[in-house]
């Protein structure tokens, strides 16, 4: 089977300031890895994927690094803004088939 | 285009009664999954279906759960005899490509509040 854990429950940073959130998976057969954002009282949004056959995939400000050999992926958020401010979820799925979420972490942006 | 749309988007039942959950989802999607969140914890798989078919339900309880996605309308996940246990959130996603890893497309969410 697979799991998938966040390093920290909650991160605070300070606006303008780069946000690492990190996570560690279980199954090295996982191939596909997702970054959902998911706001109070809302349904996770997509933020960002990446496959197994890459090690880093950068969308607008935000950047994710996938290692492999630790199995562990990590989401980078540039220049954090208050409209970040949310409980970011990383998802692992094995041969691209039912996604297994890890806890969330939640971020908090300090003015 | 309308994205995954759930309803209600809460519900409260009261112990023993039952609990019906719908998702329509994108259009052109034929991939539905239902997800359960408790309070300050991910997202915990349910079961996935296409139309007509479930394709895995291993994360579904075996008592009182239900789900399905006929050839017309919506997915409607049931619940019977509810407790407070079932109290949560409920997302529905829906993808287009079951081939292949694609994104899941979440609606905003059935919150369920049994008393």
């Known amino acids: 089977g697979e799991s998938v854990g966040l390093h920290l429950p909650t991160l605070s940073v300070q606006e303008g300031d780069n946000s690492i959130i990190n996570c560690a998976y279980s199954n090295s057969a996982s191939d596909y890895f997702i970054w959902y954002k998911q706001e109070s009282g809302k349904g996770p949004q997509f933020i960002i994927d990446i496959r197994s056959n890459m090690d880093k995939r950068q969308g607008q400000r935000v950047t994710v690094l996938l290692n492999k050999t630790v199995k562990h992926l990590s989401l980078q958020i540039a220049a954090t803004q208050p409209g970040d401010s949310a409980v970011y979820f990383c998802a692992a799925a094995i041969y691209g088939q039912n996604f297994v979420f890890g806890p969330g972490t939640r971020l908090s942006v300090l003015p | 285009n309308a994205g995954v749309m759930q309803n209600p988007r809460h519900l409260v039942r009261r112990r023993g009664q039952e609990a019906r959950l719908r998702c329509s989802p994108m259009?052109?999607?034929?991939?539905v999954y239902w997800y359960r969140q408790l309070p300050e914890e991910g997202l915990k798989f349910m079961v996935y279906l296409q139309k007509e078919n479930i394709i895995d339900e291993s994360g579904m309880p075996k008592e009182r759960f239900s789900a399905e996605f006929p050839k017309e309308g919506p997915s409607i996940l049931r619940i019977q005899q509810v407790v407070r246990g079932d109290s949560a959130a409920y997302f529905c996603?829906?993808?287009?490509?079951?081939?292949?890893?694609?994104?899941?497309?979440f609606g905003e969410g059935s919150r369920l509040t049994v008393l």
């Open positions: 996603a829906s993808s287009p490509d079951r081939g292949r890893a694609g994104e899941l497309f």
């Open positions: 259009k052109g999607h034929s991939h």
